[in-house]
């Protein structure tokens, strides 16, 4: 089965802190994703990867970044972090296909509440 | 832009009768259509996908989708619900260079 870990599943943090979100995934893939979700407007695509150290933004970028500097770790970074940033956390991952047929699977979740 | 729709916030049914969560998408040469399902404090597992072929897909834990081209629909379904299918259930599209959007999430819940 495919794993993707997200080692952090709750975090407090002030406003202004800066923020890592780390993910792991155990099988291979190509494309790495995180994923923001909120009640009533489902997921949005921050961030993904297609290889590592490339990135492309997504639908809501602003305020995140991220790094992969290797295959299986893509992390996401609150730079400096706002109360409107409080959210729950999806990374993802998937093979890469040029069918784009591929399922992506995601890990258990990080909530972050900015105070 | 691509986008999905799931026009119900909540669907409610009873234990043993047939569920449908609707989804319509948005139109494009051939859609790659998927569904997840997400139970609290977790993250989306997924349950089934159409990429091509026959209408009616079957999927994870008894889940079945109509693809309906005509309609640009993509409803999920199962002929007996359960208690322990209670959860937020996402429809998604994928929109190109390997990325899903995804709906906006129903939630449905099963009563004794």
């Known amino acids: 089965d495919v794993k993707v870990t997200q080692s952090s599943r709750y975090l407090v943090k002030r406003t202004g802190e800066k923020v890592f979100l780390e993910c792991v995934q155990d099988?291979?893939?190509?494309?790495m994703f995180w994923y923001r979700q909120d009640p009533g407007l489902g997921l949005r695509l921050i961030y993904f990867?297609?290889?590592?150290?490339?990135?492309e933004k997504g639908d809501i970028p602003e305020g995140y970044s991220v790094s992969r500097e290797k295959k299986e770790r893509f992390s996401l970074i609150l730079e400096s972090a706002s109360t409107n940033q409080t959210s729950m956390y999806l990374c993802?991952?998937?093979?890469?296909?040029?069918?784009?047929?591929?399922?992506?699977?995601f890990g258990e979740g990080s909530w972050l509440t900015v105070v | 832009a691509q986008s999905v729709a799931q026009p119900e916030d909540q669907v409610n049914v009873a234990e043993g009768n047939p569920l449908t969560v609707k989804c319509t998408y948005s139109?494009?040469?051939?859609?790659?259509l998927f569904w997840y399902v997400q139970y609290p404090n977790r993250g989306l597992q997924f349950l089934l996908k159409?990429?091509?072929?026959?209408?009616l897909v079957k999927g994870s834990y008894g889940f079945e989708a109509e693809f309906n081209k005509s309609q640009t629909s993509f409803h999920l379904k199962k002929p007996s619900a359960l208690v322990s299918d209670s959860a937020l259930y996402f429809c998604a599209q994928n929109t190109g260079f390997q990325k899903l959007v995804f709906g906006t999430g129903t939630r449905l819940l099963v009563s004794p």
């Open positions: 159409y990429i091509t072929g026959d209408n």
């Open positions: 099988m291979d893939h190509e494309n």
């Open positions: 139109v494009s040469g051939n859609p790659y």
């Open positions: 993802a991952s998937s093979l890469f296909s040029g069918t784009h047929g591929m399922a992506i699977y």
């Open positions: 990867s297609y290889d590592v150290k490339m990135k």
